[in-house]
């Protein structure tokens, strides 16, 4: 059985490398890899890491893109690959823009794909912009549907996908994370390597979203500002995103600041060992939340909505909104209250064991008979 396995961005590249690095290592399939460097260096750090090898490169990423540019360029890099390789099955991971490209390329040639990490729902089509919509439309297409919880199987069944289409199988993001958060490590980046993480409480903020460009950025970082200035053991380490809009924003009001620490984007090595050693993680990313929950480590989510709730149903994570007060008081209070923040960082991770890969092979075995 010939699989081919597509993505284009870090976070994407991060939760398949261990199904890609599985699928290769199993007789019963011919594996192909696409990436379409819909982010670039981010995503070559992570290739480096997993010494994955892509069979294509589409090498889609211009300066100051646009949606709409993804778009076609990766529907027709893909169309040309797909009529080349004709695979038997397409893998496509989450909500990115490369996701969907691909699989409506898929579509239009009747190749059925393979969601992983299906299901997910705000229910708000403009927020996460637009990943939400490239979820629900790539779901839409699709022929089988990997679910991380039972919730997400729940939203699918509510939109009819019939349930032997549907398997759950914990995210794929925990299986990265246990591959590379064991044992020591040394940061190669001298502010880290002076930060004292037992003595200094370190936030750990990480922002990017569409939606949060603009107002809602400026209000985040003004609360992470009135936070350091109110306590001497709080340091806030800031892997600023490579998209100048943020870049600008965070110099404008964070840049000079005391206690916080602007830095470049990290691989994802250190990111995890950087987050396995912070006090607590402020952020507006999706697959953040699920790896701080399974480091035990209480999140913030700087958004309005998550498509993540189970976390927040547990208690590792809660959303804090967009405006500086409620951002503020938040973190305020896992500073100040202690059994607070303990009882976030002890609650149970939702997103599995670890063996996620495993179930999407045995399925696509399963499904192949």
Known sequence: MKVLSVFGTRPEAIKMAPLVKKLSRDRDFETVLVVTAQHRQMLDQVLDLFSLKPDYDLDVMREQQTIGMITSKVLEGMGEVLDREKPDLVLVHGDTTTTFSSCLASFYRKIPVAHVEAGLRTYNMYSPFPEEMNRVLTDSMSSLYFCPTVLNRDNLLEENVPEEK??????????????????????????LRDLNFKEERVILLTCHRRENLGKNMGNIFRAVKRIVSEYDDVKVVYPVHLNPKVREKADEILKGVNNVHLIEPLSYEPFVHLMKNSYLVLTDSGGIQEEAASLAKPVLVVRKETERPEAIEAGTVKLAGVHEDGIYEMVKTLLDNKEEYLRMGEAVNPYGDGKASERIIEAVKKWNK
Not at 166 to 191: C, H, M, P, R
Request: cysteine-free; hydrophobic content about 45%; overall charge negative.
């Open 166 to 191: 549907i398997f759950i199988t914990g995210n794929t993001v925990i299986d990265a994370l246990l591959l590379v958060s064991q044992g020591k490590y040394t940061f190669t980046e001298e502010v």
